[in-house]
């Protein structure tokens, strides 16, 4: 810590305003009501396969294990959410699922394989839908905040996915918790284009992008753990703000977003 320290100091006065104008730093209400969600942030209704037809079949083997997975995935999922990790137990999965605890094994070796591969798939699906609307605009402050909106749509629609991917795996272990802390890093990327924007920011450790991220990712733990996945999409402002102001300068990054809410508004 000792180490990193000046360039996290470096960091925080990134969003030092000279003009005395406390804008951001509290989560007051912005009035903030997006139109319409992403376009970018469209997935796939979560609907778990059907149990396969009882007695011999027909069916390929490659069916019959995708269906098993899937089966178990979702029935974790559902698990999860009304006992969390620690109080579900493989009975609990394969009951859901209505497959054998012999099936279960076939699949995953345990509860936290299990776990890793659900992680994965929020955290795929986060980033994919995020690069999508990054890549959709042409400037670095427009792809950062169309790639904010299109992760806050995700997390609010799938609330579930979040709180696995933030809060149970926390119940698993700090081994686990940092390979999901290298997979949540990931999402910095879509900051390194904020070092080119301008030339104070050209000089700024590379800390800093680090830094937003993990300073982000514990924002949505905060909301998730109070159940308000749902209402991430609401708070967008102030994450861009964070993510932005570092690399804009915050009164340059404060007024990109005002012109963002006036521009929902006027809608």
């Given at each position: 810590m000792h180490g990193v320290l000046p360039d996290l100091l470096t960091w925080v006065d990134c969003y030092?305003?000279?003009?005395?104008?406390?804008?951001?730093?509290?989560?007051?209400?912005?009035?903030w009501e997006p139109s319409a969600p992403s376009p970018h942030a469209e997935?796939?209704?979560?609907?778990?396969?059907?149990?396969l037809p009882s007695g011999r079949h027909s069916l390929p083997a490659a069916y019959v294990?995708?269906?098993q997975r899937e089966r178990i995935i979702h029935a974790t999922i559902s698990i999860l959410m009304k006992k969390g990790y620690n109080a579900t137990t493989v009975a609990d999965?394969?009951?859901?699922?209505?497959?054998?605890?012999?099936?279960?094994?076939?699949h995953f070796r345990d509860k936290q394989e299990?776990?890793?591969?659900?992680?994965?798939?929020?955290?795929?699906?986060?980033?994919?839908?995020?690069?999508?609307a990054f890549f959709s605009e042409d400037?670095?402050?427009?792809?950062?905040?169309?790639?904010?909106?299109?992760?806050?749509?995700?997390?609010?629609?799938?609330?579930?996915?979040?709180?696995?991917?933030?809060?149970?795996?926390?119940?698993?272990?700090?081994?686990?918790a940092r390979r999901v802390n290298e997979i949540i890093m990931?999402?910095?990327i879509f900051l390194e284009e904020g070092y080119r924007y301008r030339p104070e920011?050209?000089?700024?450790?590379?800390?800093?992008?680090?830094?937003?991220a993990s300073a982000l990712c514990e924002f949505m733990y905060g909301e998730i753990r109070q159940s308000r996945a749902r209402d991430i999409r609401y708070l967008i402002p102030h994450v861009a703000y964070v993510a932005l102001a570092p690399f804009m300068g915050p009164a340059e990054a404060s007024s990109f977003i005002e012109n963002k809410l006036h521009s929902a508004q006027s809608r």
């Open positions: 030092a305003r000279s003009d005395d104008k406390p804008r951001w730093r509290t989560f007051d209400d912005t009035g997935l796939a209704p979560i609907v778990p396969p059907a149990p294990s995708a269906n999965i394969v009951a859901e699922a209505q497959l054998t605890r012999a099936v279960f094994y076939q299990l776990l890793t591969e659900i992680n994965q798939i929020h955290f795929q699906q986060m980033m994919a839908v995020s690069a999508k400037i670095w402050p427009e792809r950062a905040w169309a790639a904010i909106c299109a992760a806050g749509e995700v997390s609010a629609s799938n609330p579930a996915g979040a709180h696995i991917g933030f809060i149970d795996t926390s119940a698993v272990g700090p081994e686990f990931a999402f910095s920011a050209e000089n700024l450790p590379r800390l800093c992008s680090e830094a937003v």
